[in-house]
């Protein structure tokens, strides 16, 4: 099989993703979410990523579409790559297993879907004011936060690129 459809595999349409954590659910697997933009890609994902598949046997990514992005008022500039590009970045990294598109707002009803095993967002959340945080505790799920990588983030690469640096 050719890495491309490796990398689509990855980005499963609804039907496919049922499928997908149905399989996972039988054979047991420990399953992470984790959300976000993810726009420009960078070393503090990567880092914040890992560290999130650490946590269990499947990484499953919910990332916000475009329209969704645009609604969270990050900026007049942003997202500054499509939602397709994003998806399918994260979906090249070979430590995430699924990445799936959400136009709410929140990816309450996404969790909802998933059901994960453990809930995983920054350290810059309580854990009990994250977002699904009733669903996988209702469940006997883990919330686990992590710190960022000092120095990484979207809104400082972008500041530098208007910089002209």
Known sequence: ?????????????PDAFSKMLGVWRFQEKKI??????????????ID??????????I???GVNTD??????????????????????????????DAVVLFDEDTPY???KTVQPDVLVKGSD?????????DVVTAKGGEIKTLDFLQGYSTTLIEQKILKGC
């Open 32 to 45: 992470v979410f984790t959300n976000g933009c993810f726009d420009l890609l960078h070393l503090g994902h």
């Open 125 to 133: 959340y309580k854990p009990e004011e994250i977002v699904g945080y």
């Open 59 to 61: 990484l499953v990514v």
């Open 48 to 57: 914040y990523l890992a560290k999130a598949k650490d946590l269990g046997d």
């Open 1 to 13: 099989m050719k890495k491309s459809e490796l990398i689509a595999r990855k980005m499963p349409n």
């Open 109 to 111: 009803e996404l969790i």
């Open 67 to 96: 329209m969704s992005v645009t609604r969270l008022n990050k900026g007049k500039n942003r997202p500054i790559t499509d939602q397709q590009s994003r998806a399918t970045l994260l979906a090249s990294l070979f430590f995430v």
